[in-house]
């Protein structure tokens, strides 16, 4: 499973990538909003100058119509073409604009996906990424996680090439659940990852050894 940092906060993008497991990022207008970026083009390339070669950046378009969508999917794809993948949203705008994006070799990531009848739909469109948000889900007293299991086996009767992003993650189990269940990508916020990399028997065993260490009275190999 591949890890992408949901976030559009440039700090948490470097500590992640430093540690060698990010694989992309995803951004939404409300975390774009939440970190005062008013130069989209420029936060998404300097992004893209943090990560891998090639990794996947999801960058959400705000207009409803579907011209107006198609439209800004191709500046967004303009700006870093083999990073940018256009964020949709799940419904018939959305629908139509990544089959005219897909015609043009524009990557889409389809958000804001509630049932295995809208993946499939996402599917059949071309979609090379649906998110399914499995958070949101058990919100509301219904299982996310399920829709995950869903999916991918829907995917997998019918050899669809659409990846799977467990989205709107809420903590380090939904993350291994994830993975369980057999999901291409976690999306996750920054704070999921630090979750994951904590164990208190770990920082317990890093100051026996450092103490022992001292003890010692070694000197340094």
């Not at 591949?2 to 060698?20: P, Q, R, V, W, Y």
């Not at 870093?80 to 705008?93: R, Y």
Request: aromatic content about 6%.
């Amino acid at each position: 499973m591949k890890i992408f940092l949901d976030t559009a906060n440039i700090s948490e993008i470097k500590k992640g990538a430093a540690m060698g497991v990010i694989h992309g990022v995803t951004t939404n207008p409300s975390l774009v909003a939440k970190e005062g970026h008013k130069d989209y083009k420029a936060v998404v390339k300097e992004i893209a100058n943090l990560l891998p070669v090639a990794a996947p950046i999801s960058v959400e378009v705000v207009s409803e119509a579907v011209a107006d969508m198609v439209a800004d999917g191709k500046r967004f794809y303009s700006w870093a073409p083999e990073n940018v993948v256009v964020k949709l949203p799940m419904n018939a705008e959305g629908l139509q604009a990544t089959r005219e994006l897909a015609k043009d070799g524009v990557r889409v990531n389809m958000t804001l996906c509630f049932s295995a009848n809208q993946a499939i739909l996402g599917a059949l469109a071309g979609v090379a990424f649906i998110s399914p948000f499995l958070g949101r889900l058990d919100d509301i007293g219904h299982d996310g996680m399920q829709l995950i299991r869903d999916i991918l086996a829907i995917y997998r009767n019918y050899d669809f090439k659409t990846e799977v992003i467990a989205a709107s993650i809420r903590h380090p189990l939904h993350t291994i659940d994830a993975a369980k269940a057999g999901a291409h990508i976690a999306t996750i916020p920054y704070k999921v990852l630090e979750q994951m990399l904590k164990h208190p028997l770990t920082d317990i065993g890093i100051q026996r050894f450092l103490d022992d260490w001292k003890k010692s009275g070694a000197t340094n190999l």
